[in-house]
Every structure is written in C-alpha cells, then in structure tokens.
C-alpha cells in the first residue's frame, strides 16, 4: 500500500539543518491499523505529511500502490490524494457557515464526480459516522465531537485506499474520543488502510500495529495484535 525507504527530511542546511526525520523505514500493508505515538516535537506530524503526500523528504523514498511518488509534480501528487487518500486533521478543517452535507461534498471538488453522485455519497459518508441526523446543520453548530466525525466523513466520501488521521482525538473530552475512534475501530474492520498519529498511548488498543517515533527515529518495532 505505502513504502517509506529511508526517509529524511530537515530544515535548513549546513550547520543550521534541522533533522526532523531520520532513516525511516516503513511499510504499511492493506488492513493495517498503525498507529504512531511519540512525544512532541518526535516528527510524528512530519512523518504523515509525507504518507499523505503532502509533502515530500529531503531523501529517500515515497511508494504509494507501488508507483514511486517521490520525483512527482505536484499535479500528480494532487491527483494521487484525490484518488487515494482521506485525510483528518486534528483541528477538523470544516468551513463553519457550511452544512455538514456541503462540508462532506467539498471533498468532491476536485473529483469527475457528477453533484448527484457527490451528494449521495456524502450522504452516505455521514451515515457511516452516525451523523446523517446534522447532514444540514450549519458546522459551527456542532460538538467538536461532531465536528470530527464529519471532518472523517468528508475524508472517506470518496472511498479511498488510505486514511492518514493527526492527532484526530487530540482536542476531544474522553466521550467524544471514544466516539470518534469507534468510526474508526469500524473503518478498520471494513477493511480500510489507516495510519494515524497520536501522542495517546491508551489509544493503542484500536491498533493493529504500533511504531514509536523518537527524535526523528523509529525506536519500536511493530505490535502485531494490539487490538482491533
């Protein structure tokens, strides 16, 4: 699905160069669930960026669906995203004086899909996260639970091969976290790719597998089993 190959990324050069991400080697096989924690500052949000294509490392390489993406134009890295990656953002991204409905339907804006075919996918991406009941409420209107849910709607509206998440409970209370990693619990099972960033160990357990980030390296090998 996904081939990281001795990924670097940093910042600046010569003597002023910061290494956020050193030598990562990682591969992610359809139906995983990895889950990648680190404190902050470990370049966990650099290392999504890079999965989700939505930027690229200094060095190494970028596989997705076995095509080599790390010399793309960004033209094809668009489409690449457009096609085949959802992505959640902690802080939901909606467009607050938009419906839920039209929030999720943005998600086709750069897609061949006719409106008729973007709504009813749409609607049918609310149904799968238990919100179709606010499909027309104004998204300023709702919990940041809620909020969420429809930011991981508007990310599996177009049926994608891979969903990256960042931090996607990180400015939840406990119930409304739950909720949203139950859709994702779900997701999984129906067979969905997920890579997700977390600095929430008691998270681990939606997992299938695990990879520690620290200081740029990759200090723990995979946890097969963590839950799923």
């Known amino acids: 699905m996904l081939v990281l190959s001795g990924v670097e990324k940093r910042f600046g050069s010569g003597e002023r160069a910061v290494h956020v991400l050193r030598d990562v080697n990682v591969s992610v096989e359809p139906g995983d669930f990895l889950m990648v924690t680190g404190p902050s500052g470990s370049g966990k949000s650099t290392l999504l960026h890079i999965a989700a294509l939505l930027d690229m490392p200094t060095s190494g390489c970028v596989s997705l669906l076995g095509e080599d993406m790390s010399g793309a134009a960004e033209r094809q890295l668009s489409q690449a995203r457009a096609e085949h990656i959802g992505i959640v953002f902690q802080r939901y991204a909606l467009l607050g004086r938009r419906t839920a409905l039209e929030n999720v339907m943005f998600r086709f804006r750069y897609t061949d899909h006719d409106r008729r075919e973007a709504r009813e996918r749409a609607n049918a991406a609310l149904e799968r996260v238990h919100l179709s009941h606010v499909a027309g ?39 409304a976290a739950r909720a949203v990693m139950e859709v994702f619990r779900g997701l999984h099972r129906d067979g969905l790719t ?32 963590a839950g799923s």
Do not use: K
């Open 194 to 225: 997920i890579i997700m960033v977390t600095h929430n160990l008691q998270l681990l357990e939606y997992a299938s597998r695990h990879l520690a980030l620290v200081r740029g390296r990759l200090g723990v090998s995979d946890d097969d089993g």
């Open 137 to 175: 409420r104004e998204a300023r209107l709702l919990s940041g639970g809620e909020m969420q849910r429809v930011a991981v709607a508007r990310a599996i509206a177009t049926r994608p091969s891979l969903l990256v998440a960042d931090e996607p409970t990180g400015n939840l209370d406990g119930e």
